[in-house]
Every structure is written in C-alpha cells, then in structure tokens.
C-alpha cells in the first residue's frame, strides 16, 4: 500500500510537470515572435552602429579638409597683412625722405 501510494504520488508530479514543461503551439510561436524581434533589433543596432562610424570617419576627413583650407587662408591672409605692412613701411620711408629733402 505505501509503495503504491508512493507510485502515484509520483506519477501525479511526474505528469503534472511533463504537461507543464511542454509549450503549447501558442506559446511556441510567441517565443518565436520574440526572437525574430530581437534579432531584427540586433540587425538594426548593427546598422546604425555602423552607420555611426561611416558618419564618423567622414566627417573626419571633411575636418581635414577643413583644418586644410583654413591653413591656406590663414597663410594667404597672413601675406596679405605682410604685404600691407611693406607697403606702409615703404610709405612712411618715403615720407621720411621727403621731409629730408625739404631741409
């Protein structure tokens, strides 16, 4: 009696688990449909990652660019000065001169 009380004890957990460890159709699919979402937001995640890095790099290289024109107006603006400034100085030398030869 107790080997067969013990028996079915069980054989109802035994069953009450093998009925609760199998997934129903339903349940199934939504685990699928949760992982085709995952993986389609794991492919956008990539995407932007790599979309981010293309931003990047290009927008480097456009920096570059930049720094590149900015140098050469730097350096055409900073002979423009220079020439002014010879200019002047040759002015004021002929100034100078003139006043001498007034004397």
Do not use: P, W
């Not at 009380?5 to 054989?11: E, N």
């Not at 460890?21 to 349940?27: G, M, Y």
């Not at 290289?61 to 350096?75: L, M, N, P, Q």
Request: with cysteine; charged share 45%.
């Amino acid at each position: 009696m107790k080997n067969n009380l013990v028996l079915a004890v069980f054989a109802a957990s035994s069953y009450a688990f093998l009925f609760t460890a199998c997934d129903s159709k339903e349940e199934k699919d939504r685990k699928a449909s949760l992982e085709h979402k995952a993986d389609a937001l794991e492919d956008q995640a990539k995407q932007v990652k790599k979309d981010a890095e293309k931003t990047a790099e290009l927008t480097k290289e456009a920096g570059k660019d930049s720094a590149k024109e900015i140098k050469e107006e730097t350096k055409a603006n900073a002979d423009a000065i220079k020439k002014e400034g010879e200019l002047k100085e040759q002015q004021l030398k002929d100034a100078a001169d003139q006043e001498r030869d007034k004397k």
